[in-house]
């Protein structure tokens, strides 16, 4: 947490607020919690990642399951996820999660 604090540049408090509401979401699976630094673009969680965060959510991925479907090439995309919605591809992106069920 340290860390995103210090990439985000703001408190603590605001940045579990940007988790609680799922404008990013992170893992503890390797030890620490942490967060993929793909996820974060000029200092800010990347604007499109909560819809689709929200997306996988409701077709009942964990939060662990969202970041390595995001992290991982697709097919259907082409890319990963992430690198897609880096590219400004929001809605193709958020098509395919919702298949996901």
């Excluded at 408190?11 to 974060?40: C, M, N, T, W, Y």
């Amino acid at each position: 947490m340290p860390d995103l604090v210090e990439v985000i540049g703001e408190p603590l408090g605001r940045v579990r607020r940007l988790l609680d509401e799922s404008q990013l979401i992170g893992s503890k699976r390797h030890g620490a919690f942490a967060v993929p630094a793909v996820f974060i673009m000029d200092g800010r969680p990347l604007p499109s990642l909560r819809g689709t965060i929200i997306v996988l959510h409701d077709v009942g991925f964990s939060d662990d399951e969202a970041i390595d479907w995001m992290l991982t090439l697709d097919d259907t995309i082409g890319v990963a996820p992430i690198e897609a919605l880096r590219a400004g591809r929001k809605s193709e992106v958020r098509r395919v999660a919702q298949t996901l069920a």
